[in-house]
């Protein structure tokens, strides 16, 4: 059985939305070990995550194309309140609680951009 998208507990309310945010990696890809301090920091600025919960009034006022949950998007840095959660097997998450309008854009599919370069 998966586990449920929203292991939390938390509903949003109002025109909020629940982000849980892609981790950073603690280890450079060189093998050294990333401080705590500076992972907090990096943490905090990182501004990608998957949609996990959307209260009834998220998005009513948006026209056009809007997230669904679980859809990957980007979102403003340092936007709303940062949520930390422990599963009963000790790994943790950290969750973003922010307005739908702190939402900048959905990632549908990652590609690399390459600038071509003319001569």
């Not at 070990?33 to 996990?52: C, K, N, Y």
């Not at 990957?72 to 959660?85: C, D, W």
């Not at 990652?110 to 001569?119: F, H, Y």
Request: aromatic share 6%.
């Amino acid at each position: 059985m998966n586990a449920p998208i929203n292991p939390t507990g938390i509903i949003p309310v109002e025109f909020k939305v629940l982000i849980k945010i892609s981790l950073i990696e603690d280890k450079t890809s060189g093998g050294l070990w990333i401080p705590e301090t500076s992972l907090d920091r990096q943490q905090m600025a990182h501004d990608r995550g998957m949609l996990v919960a959307v209260s009834d009034m998220a998005f009513s006022d948006w026209q056009g194309i809007h997230p669904e949950v679980g859809d990957e998007v980007i979102f403003n840095r340092y936007a709303g309140s940062v949520i930390h959660f422990q599963r009963e097997n000790g790994t943790r998450e950290q969750f973003r609680l922010c307005n739908d309008k702190d939402i900048c854009a959905i990632i549908k599919e990652e590609k690399k951009c390459l600038k071509k370069q003319s001569k």
